[in-house]
């Protein structure tokens, strides 16, 4: 019976400890799927100021109803300093990381662009080590590993992005490279025309701006701690007041008609997947986690577009993407490894910081069991002595 209870208990800790990784490599396939979605809707003539706009609308018009049943009491007040926070966090997200990001994207191909965001990590580890959230102590292992590990993890992305090599024939795409390619655009050009130095350039702007956007969640996060959905929802509101600015960009009308077709599938994906919903579960990671490692699972999409863009959109992966995708996998781990120690130290420095406490709480519970004793004692002692008076007074 024991056995059985032990055996449950440690399936329920390495659920509860799992929780957070799952999470993480799930927002993975929803991100991936974004990418192909987004990428074939761009290529066809959506603009990517329209989607931006669309996608937010999609994601406020579904948390929100959320947050206002679950969340509705107890609301942190909005003050200067907060407004801006939110203020903020809706230009660095929606705005200029998604403006820039399906730029990008549209001039070079999902794979790339998730290459390219494979720098996210190193990124947010710099900026958590500025901003103080994150321990250095470069002659202990784990924090050797969690750098060493983030610089695999640059380079891996680097050696997909400078050397490309003979392609490499998956089992799925034999027969499918020969038709034509859906991530073209409606004039038959692909990515291989467009300008790719642009296309890294925009890219490299979004990923700053989406490692800064984690920075200041975390922080966000301090007040609005049991108050998600409501802080999710106030970006995404944010960042679609924000990105209708960007009517001054697309101001034909007919630019901003959709129909039941890819583009709206596109924003409503966007919206309901990796906005409302990637928002949430990266705060909830993050608020145990932390921001480095809510961006560590980030080189895992780049796999899976690779993978899905081959099979689905005709994609070509070649030997260079390979190679990188295998030194990624390798840093990740290292980070993740770094991490996971990390927590198992502090978790043993939390220990002998209470343990004090105990020790006090068992000292003061010994001392009011021996006074508890005393005074029993004297209690007993003065009963005896009035009994032998007593006696000896009938005695006499």
Not at 166 to 179: F, T
Request: charged residues 15%; glycine residues 6%.
């Amino acid at each position: 019976m024991m056995m059985m209870m032990m055996k449950n208990r440690s399936c329920v800790s390495f659920l509860k400890s799992s929780k957070p990784y799952l999470a993480m490599m799930s927002l993975q396939f929803g991100y991936a799927g974004m990418n192909i979605i987004t990428k074939v809707s761009l290529n066809h003539g959506m603009s990517h100021y329209v989607l931006v706009v669309y996608r937010h609308a999609f994601a406020t018009a579904v948390i929100a109803p959320l947050a206002f049943f679950f969340e509705r009491k107890e609301q942190p007040k909005i003050t200067f300093p907060i407004f801006m926070q939110i203020f903020v966090l809706g230009l660095l997200g929606p705005v200029i990381d998604q403006n820039f990001y399906y730029a990008g994207l549209k001039l070079t191909s999902p794979t790339f662009s998730c290459a390219m965001s494979n720098m996210l990590p190193a990124l947010t580890f710099i900026m958590a080590v500025i901003c103080r959230m994150e321990d250095i102590h470069i002659k202990k292992v784990i924090y050797q590993a969690k750098i060493l590990g983030t610089l695999v993890t640059v380079a891996g992305a680097m050696l997909m992005t400078l050397y490309k090599g003979p392609i490499v024939e998956m089992v799925w795409s034999k027969h499918v490279h020969s038709r034509k390619s859906y991530v073209s655009g409606p004039d038959g050009t692909t990515s291989s025309d467009k300008d790719w130095f642009v296309g890294c350039i925009l890219l490299i702007i979004a990923t700053v701006a989406w490692a800064a956007f984690f920075i200041l969640q975390k922080v966000a996060l301090k007040t609005y701690e049991k108050h998600q959905l409501s802080l999710t929802s106030m970006v995404c509101f944010m960042g679609t007041l924000q990105s209708i600015a960007t009517f001054v960009m697309e101001h034909k009308s007919s630019v901003w008609r959709i129909g039941w077709d890819m583009n709206l599938l596109a924003a409503a994906y966007a919206g309901i997947v990796t906005s409302s919903l990637s928002y949430y579960v990266q705060g909830v990671v993050m608020k145990t986690k932390g921001p480095v490692f809510a961006t560590a699972f980030s080189p895992l999409m780049m796999i899976i577009v690779a993978i899905m863009g081959s099979f689905i959109l005709a994609e070509k992966i070649y030997l260079g993407g390979v190679m990188g995708a295998a030194l990624i996998v390798v840093g990740l781990y290292a980070v993740l490894w770094g991490k996971y120690k990390e927590g198992k130290e502090k978790e043993q420095e939390n220990k002998l910081l209470e343990l004090p406490q105990v020790v006090r709480d068992i000292a003061q519970v010994t001392a009011t069991d021996h006074f508890e004793m005393e005074k029993e004692n004297v209690t007993d002692n003065t009963e005896m002595k009035k009994r032998e008076s007593k006696e000896s007074s009938q005695t006499a």
